[in-house]
């Protein structure tokens, strides 16, 4: 069984080669039968891949233990739902796992788009179908999830504790989706480029892939972060840690080519910065997975290093200077009707908005590497924890809150300096209110909050204005309530008032992060059984928490869990227990800390075990107020929600796409005449 | 003769016993160490054994036994300043979360800012560029065609009664 | 329609700069990565000469610190342990043991104590007896010179310097003692 699993990804390995070589062939050579052939290789290849994927997980649910994967990543103690999620667990599973997601995207796009651009598609195989061949060799070669061990071992040595999570099972899934989604625009974009096309056709094609990627992006992050939050109780959600990072950097760069591909569209504008952005984002995406996986950083998600990491720097090293390559003998072609009629122009800001990105990305991308460069330079070793980041980052991150608030306000092309004062007035006004009353009322002083919450409130008001006036602008032409005219508004154009929706979320996330990152208060103590401990937040109030005592037993899982209940009061009032665990897994020797807490939308009161003595006499809680992080997670659905109306067709373009073929310059004629 | 020396004696005795005491004292007091104090301490340091997670925050028994060695160090009276060079000294400076700004290290934080300032620079002489219409010398003749975009923001700014 | 593309007279500076710049870009990566992929590994030491070091050693010895060169012409066994290293547990016993069955030959044991805190260094000692001088890895410069990933790791040097084995984890007895017989055996040059 499990030879046919080697077998299938070998098979595979092969058609993904066939299909690259022989679709540029085609296209080259004017053969398109070839290019049929390719294109039915790259199916072929989704096939076999995922029959690869179909045995391991039989392997997996069955307890096929002399497979060395399963037996590292399971054991029989394991739930069923975790032995199956286990084929993400380690390293070569889950390099399986992207391979089989890559070649369902690269399969999809093939089933979809066919018709209306076969100039481009051969070489959108090629691409796609060269990225899969990569990901599959590795899986044949070097890290082969069919590896047999030579005894026969009566249990496996389980899965990683800290991956038994709800979080952590789509996780993984939710980021590899974003990455490999990527890949889409990018192939697009290198055949476009190949094509000699100077068009938005790639862009426009591939706009719902962008945003896809940039959906699943942004849920795996915000679930990485909740998991983190959940289970690993530190009182956080987010470690900068070099593989969040690695992760998140794609996303810092995905995000401004989301916003330049409108100005390309609406205004022609940007051709070259696109097709560069998506180059990096792509490369970036290669590196984030190589730097996760290749050992060369230690992380607490690492997986161990072997002889993955040189293939991967000559995988992103060939791919990098092929689509340089590209772009400097295409360059003159890219040419765009670059216009700026003022510098107070949408324009601008969304060049502005490229810049920080791109310096956001700098500052990670930065950050994360430089241990490495030091010891390369230098033979030192130093670790850079979240104060670099956060000193960094945060300042640019409120620039962005504050362009995101300007842009929906001011116009294309040119805002007339009092028609801008006139739209900007009411959101400066939300602002300053907001941080005035926070001040004199609420009682926040640090400047840092002060200044965060007071973007939110005018990036909040502008966002919401944009909603009022188009809302006042229906009734007002064809008499509708207000409800009637919200849905009809957003139901035309979901891309604009998705987006605004989007941007909404993002607002309440940045509320939650600054209220949480600026006055979380945490406190660490011993208590004795009846014993109490306060916890105070200046704005929030005061808990007191008394221990009850330690409660405790085995769970069929093989692990041994104790739990420690303490009473709660809030500002002198009951408000319930709280029951942290500790829970010690047994086969792989690892105890977890998982709090509890007691979550409102003001504040989280966030308790973990921290240790006790004897059989529970004595016992140390670490207790952490979270102000508002709730707003973090409510914050992440509003923006769920918002890409998916974004994404939506409308009526409108659903007919469009159904009868007019949209005639672009630089579509050159259709191959295979 | 007698009473002078029975005092010393009653003077030695005391301070034995005074001493005595004193030295005993501090057993018999043991309390719980301060562990706010330490945390704010042990939040600017790694964990030496895991990545990615500072010491406040690790819960391996090495993070425990590494927290009381802060605790002990302040008891002694170091500052945090002294703990915190102590532990480089011991371990290191992959022990702190914030390297030492000094040296190579500064480029850490120069270089991104460098970066940053040169990108604005590119931006805003690109801005100027775009924004004066003297036309470049090769040019490449491209009539971008009606985007379908561009009849969707339209139908948009007509329903908004916008400029 | 193909469109006419006339002539550029120049190739655009911004242009040449990108490329060049993306390359090089990718250069750098691409070493930087490669330096530190290439990191050695205490494994990779078989063979070679020991990297030397110099470690203070705990207050009981009356020696304030030992150089590993300056113990050249004579075996030395460095063992890298921890307090809080559950799987060195296996071996401190058996190590003092070797330790006092081949002092007299020669052999010098060093324990050098990664990451460590000294009271609980000391207590371990304690415990299980250990007598051949260790000490704390001031700087964690040793561990980083030998590239150990974790603890126990033990290096057997012979008289000439060369690291004749790298054991990674506990050792047991008779590979132990093999070893301890090769390196006192060995003529030095």
């Known amino acids: 069984m499990p030879n046919i699993g080697y077998v299938a990804m070998t098979l595979a390995l092969a058609l993904a080669l066939y299909a690259t070589i022989v679709a540029v062939v085609g296209a080259q050579r004017r053969v398109p039968e070839l290019v049929t052939s390719a294109r039915n290789a790259a199916f072929g290849v989704t096939g076999f891949l995922t029959l690869a994927v179909i045995i391991i997980e039989y392997l997996l649910i069955t307890g096929h233990y002399q497979t060395k994967y399963v037996f590292e990543t399971s054991n029989r103690a394991a739930p069923i739902f975790y032995r199956m999620t286990a084929l993400w667990g380690g390293q070569d599973g889950s390099l399986l796992f992207w391979s089989w997601l890559m070649s369902i995207f690269a399969a999809l796009v093939l089933l979809k788009k066919w018709g209306s651009m076969r100039i481009m598609m051969p070489y959108v195989v090629a691409v796609t179908q060269i990225t899969v061949a990569f990901f599959v060799m590795l899986v044949v070669f070097v890290a082969n999830p069919f590896e047999q061990l030579d005894f026969f071992p009566a249990d496996g040595t389980g899965l990683n504790p800290l991956l038994r999570h709800f979080g952590m099972i789509i996780h993984p899934p939710m980021l590899y989706t974003g990455f490999v989604s990527f890949v889409i625009p990018y192939a697009f974009a290198i055949a476009a480029l190949v094509t000699r096309q100077t068009g938005d056709l790639w862009i426009r094609t591939t706009r719902r892939w962008t945003l896809t990627a940039w959906l699943f992006l942004s849920l795996g992050l915000l679930l990485g972060g909740w998991w983190a939050y959940d289970v690993l109780g530190w009182g956080g959600y987010w470690g900068w840690d070099p593989v969040e990072n690695a992760s998140l950097i794609p996303w810092l760069v995905g995000t401004p080519f989301l916003h330049s591909v409108m100005m390309q569209e609406s205004r022609g504008m940007l051709k070259r910065w696109n097709m560069a952005l998506i180059i990096l984002t792509f490369a970036l995406v290669i590196e984030g997975t190589f730097l996760t996986r290749s050992g060369v950083i230690s992380s607490v998600h690492t997986f161990a290093q072997s002889a993955i990491g040189p293939l991967f720097l000559i995988f992103i090293a060939i791919m990098f200077v092929f689509s340089l390559y590209m772009f400097a003998t295409r360059w003159e072609i890219l040419k765009s009707e670059n216009e700026l009629d003022s510098f107070f122009s949408r324009e601008s800001v969304f060049l502005l908005n490229n810049l920080i990105f791109l310096g956001l990305a700098v500052v990670v991308w930065w950050g994360t590497h430089f241990p490495l460069i030091s010891e390369a330079l230098l033979g030192e070793k130093i670790v850079v924890g979240p104060p670099f980041f956060e000193q960094s980052a945060g300042p640019l991150f409120a620039i962005i809150l504050l362009l995101m608030g300007v842009a929906p306000l001011i116009p294309w092309r040119r805002a007339s300096g009092k028609k801008l004062a006139d739209q900007l007035l009411w959101p400066l006004v939300w602002g300053v209110v907001t941080a005035a009353v926070l001040y004199f009322v609420v009682g926040i002083s640090i400047v840092g909050a002060l200044i965060g919450f007071g973007l939110c409130g005018f990036t909040l008001g502008a966002t919401l204005i944009e909603y009022w006036r188009g809302v006042k602008a229906r009734r007002k032409s064809r008499g509708e309530n207000y409800f009637v005219a919200l849905w009809r508004l957003v139901g035309r154009n979901h891309r604009r008032y998705g987006g605004y929706f989007i941007h909404i979320g993002v607002v309440l996330v940045a509320i939650g992060v600054v209220g949480s990152r600026f006055y979380q208060v945490e406190t660490q103590q011993n208590l004795a059984v009846g014993e109490s401990m306060t916890i105070s937040s200046p704005v929030i109030g005061d808990y007191q928490l008394t221990y009850r005592g330690l409660r405790g037993g085995q769970s069929p899982d093989d692990r041994i869990i104790t739990e420690a209940v303490l009473d709660v009061t809030f500002n002198g009032k009951p408000a319930g227990s709280l029951v942290p665990v500790r829970e010690f897994f047994v086969v792989q020797q690892q105890p977890m800390t998982i709090p509890d807490k007691r979550s409102t939308l003001a504040d989280d009161l966030y308790v973990i075990l921290a240790g006790w003595e004897g059989t529970g006499e004595t016992a140390t809680f670490k207790a952490y107020i979270n102000p508002l992080v709730s707003w973090l997670w409510i914050g992440g659905i509003v923006f769920i929600l918002g890409t998916v109306i974004a994404a939506w067709p409308t009526a409108q373009e659903r007919e469009e796409r159904a009868t007019a073929k949209v005639q672009l310059p630089g579509a050159a004629a259709p191959a295979g005449k | 003769m007698a009473r002078t020396k029975f005092f010393i004696n009653l003077i030695f005795v005391t301070s034995v016993l005074v001493t005595a005491l004193a030295l005993l004292a501090p057993v018999s007091l043991a309390q719980d160490p301060d562990y706010d104090a330490i945390n704010r301490i042990a939040q600017k340091m790694n964990c030496p054994t895991c990545t990615g997670i500072n010491l406040a925050d690790c819960r391996t028994q090495t993070c425990a036994q590494w927290r009381d060695q802060i605790g002990d160090l302040l008891a002694k009276g170091m500052t945090e300043d002294e703990v915190l060079d102590y532990f480089v000294n011991q371990y290191g400076t992959q022990v702190l979360q914030e390297p030492p700004k000094s040296g190579f290290t500064l480029w850490l934080w120069v270089l991104p800012v460098l970066m940053i300032i040169l990108g604005a620079g590119i931006l805003f002489y690109t801005m100027r560029k775009w924004a004066s219409p003297a036309a470049a010398p090769e040019t490449v003749t491209v009539t971008p065609g009606p985007t379908a975009s561009d009849d969707y923001l339209s139908q948009v700014e007509k329903d908004l009664d916008f400029d | ?189």
Request: include cysteine.
């Open chain 3, 1 to 189: 329609m193909e469109q006419t593309l006339t002539q550029p007279k120049t190739t655009s500076p911004l242009r040449n700069i990108v490329l060049f710049g993306g390359l090089l870009a990718v250069l750098a990566l691409v070493a930087i990565m490669a330096v530190n992929l290439q990191k050695r590994e205490s494994v990779d030491l078989q063979n070679q000469q020991a990297p030397d070091f110099t470690i203070p050693l705990f207050a009981q010895f009356e020696q304030d610190s030992v150089t590993l060169s300056e113990l050249r012409g004579q075996p030395v066994v460095v063992n890298f342990w921890a307090s809080w290293c559950v799987e060195c547990y296996k071996e401190a016993e058996l190590l003092e043991q070797a330790w006092q069955d081949y002092k007299d030959q020669g052999v010098v044991f060093i324990g050098i104590d990664h990451l460590d805190t000294e009271k609980e260094a000391l207590a371990y000692m304690a415990k299980y007896g250990i007598t051949y001088p260790s000490g704390p890895d001031m700087g964690d410069k040793a561990s980083q010179a030998y590239g150990i990933t974790g603890v126990p790791e033990t290096f057997f040097i012979d008289k000439n310097g060369n690291i004749i084995h790298v054991q990674i984890g506990p050792i047991e007895r008779a590979p132990l003692y093999t070893l301890l017989n090769k390196l006192v055996t060995e003529p030095g040059s």
